[in-house]
């Protein structure tokens, strides 16, 4: 009795030590914010020639990570695979601060966040951006919704009648909202894919392929994230949240995407890098090998360390059985995600076009590296998402405990 009555006071030191700390984080972030708020885009490493940057992959990578969202919502209410539906809260409550991640990362990205709402009055229907801020809007409202029952059944609703009620009255939607958000959340991952596509003056974007690589990897990323949360809580709060059975189909199901992925990965690196030398790809990716690290980032991390190593890890049985390689697996899923979506934004922007002003000749790419005030505010919204999952996890009904 001793025993456990000091380990509960370590976890609860240990708890409010990483409270404190991204709390602090979260700090540092607002004062950040604060700066590019103040002063505007110049104290960023942005420019005309490299306009997106570190604000744009983590906005990105915040959209993708939450796909888990809608991956279990449709697996679990669609089509009924009720053993998943352990995945389903905490896949909507990550989704959740994902999609409200990129939101903050967004509101800083276009320098003058209180002209958010332009998009929703002056409609641009042949712009992919347009399109894609009505899904997201209307995404992230349906992640709002969802989330409600957890809070109504905290003990904040407890002493709200009213909060209690509306809990329930959304908890009966959840079906309906769970198609509606599938359809909106396919609709936006590929178009996020296709915003770069679609521009045909960038040679190293322009192909039909991105918008279905998007959804992919966006899909092994959300499950695997929500899988890796949800067994990183098991262990620290030593309980049973999900049973071998389903922790393994989710594996399984993860490491067949990714492998999946990997297969059209290649073949569209393939399509267009190898069987294939159009003079406008060829001469990026000449660019790029020559005065950047993305040989090494795509090959190395994005591919080996973020493709092929995990899905190894996640299928090979004598493997996919060791806890710890699992969720290191899943870790590197992520990671790769990550990496695609920094390699993706930054190689199409740092080698200008051949029809760019002053360009013609010469093959020295732009550069890019993000200045203090970009690194504080993403680790500010990084932090803010950590946060709101631990307290999550601490004080709603995230998780049941199963036997």
């Not at 991204?22 to 885009?41: D, K, R, Y």
């Not at 352990?86 to 896949?91: H, K, Q, V």
Request: with cysteine; glycine share 8%; net charge positive.
């Amino acid at each position: 009795m001793a025993s456990s009555t000091l380990d509960h006071r370590a976890v609860n030191i240990h708890w409010r030590a990483w409270t404190m700390a991204l709390i602090l984080l979260f700090g540092v972030g607002l004062i950040a914010m604060s700066q590019a708020l103040i002063h505007g885009l110049q104290v960023t490493g942005l420019s005309d020639q490299v306009p997106w940057g570190l604000w744009i992959t983590l906005d990105l990578s915040s959209i993708a990570l939450g796909a888990g969202a809608f991956s279990f919502s449709a697996a679990v209410y669609l089509f009924r695979i009720k053993r998943l539906a352990g995945l389903a809260r905490p896949a909507v409550f990550i989704g959740f601060l994902g999609y409200t991640s990129a939101m903050l990362a967004l509101a800083m990205d276009i320098g003058r966040p209180d002209r958010f709402w332009h998009p929703l009055v002056y409609w641009n229907v042949h712009s992919v951006l347009w399109e894609i801020t009505w899904c997201v809007v209307l995404y992230s409202s349906i992640l709002m919704i969802e989330v409600l029952p957890v809070v109504a059944e905290s003990r904040l609703g407890q002493r709200l009648p009213v909060l209690r009620k509306l809990g329930h009255f959304a908890h009966r939607l959840t079906p309906a909202l769970a198609v509606v958000g599938m359809l909106l959340s396919l609709l936006h991952q590929s178009s996020l894919g296709a915003t770069y596509s679609v521009l045909s003056g960038r040679a190293i974007w322009f192909k039909p392929s991105l918008p279905v690589m998007f959804i992919i990897s966006a899909v092994a990323g959300g499950m695997a994230l929500t899988l890796l949360a949800s067994m990183l809580t098991a262990r620290l709060k030593n309980i049973n949240i999900l049973s071998p059975e389903v922790c393994a189909t989710v594996t399984r199901t993860v490491g067949f995407i990714t492998l999946g992925y990997l297969y059209i990965k290649l073949w569209d690196w393939a399509s267009t890098s190898y069987y294939s030398h159009t003079p406008g790809s060829a001469d990026i990716l000449t660019r790029l090998r020559a005065t950047t690290p993305y040989t090494s980032t795509f090959w190395g991390v994005e591919i080996l360390l973020g493709g092929a190593l995990p899905a190894m890890i996640l299928l090979l049985p004598a493997l996919c059985k060791r806890k710890k390689l699992v969720m290191l697996a899943l870790g590197l899923v992520v990671m790769g995600v990550v990496i695609n979506r920094w390699n993706i934004t930054l190689s199409g922007l740092v080698a200008p076009p051949d029809w760019s002003p002053g360009v013609l000749g010469n093959a020295v790419a732009h550069s890019y590296f993000p200045s203090l005030v970009e690194i504080g505010v993403a680790t500010g919204i990084v932090a803010y998402a950590l946060l709101g999952f631990t307290l999550g996890v601490r004080y709603l009904a995230i998780y049941n405990q199963s036997k």
